[in-house]
């Protein structure tokens, strides 16, 4: 089974960077397409990161220009690198893994808190 692992969530200043890591186990790393999401107290969870079959990262206008998705498939991994950041960036962030044959199967991480706050 698809597991999700998630890392690198914490406190940090506005203007600020940090980047969040998810570790892909349980094979076929290369068939899903990976994005990331986050939700804020009383919030819609929101997409804000998505990558595709073929690689092509996109994003929501409100991260647009300060995050970048990227993966590496070597290590099964993908990151999200966040700069300039924002209070309103807090939020529990998640990654998800979207099975290419059928996107309805997609598999969560646990989350990890990242607040922006001075």
């Known amino acids: 089974q698809v597991q999700l692992v998630e890392s690198g969530g914490g406190l940090v200043q506005p203007g600020g960077s940090l980047r969040l890591s998810c570790a892909f186990t349980?094979?076929?790393?290369?068939?899903?397409?990976m994005a990331w999401y986050r939700q804020a107290p009383g919030k819609q969870r929101e997409l804000v990161a998505y990558?595709?079959?073929?690689?092509?990262?996109s994003y929501a206008d409100s991260v647009k220009g300060r995050f970048t998705i990227n993966r590496d498939n070597a290590k099964n991994t993908v990151y999200l690198q966040m700069n300039s950041l924002k209070a309103e960036d807090t939020a529990v962030y998640y990654c998800?893994?979207?099975?290419?044959?059928?996107?309805?199967?997609?598999?969560w991480g646990q989350g990890t808190q990242v607040t922006v706050s001075s």
């Open positions: 990558m595709d079959n073929f690689e092509r990262p």
């Open positions: 349980g094979g076929g790393f290369s068939v899903y397409d």
């Open positions: 998800n893994a979207i099975w290419r044959a059928d996107l309805n199967t997609n598999f």
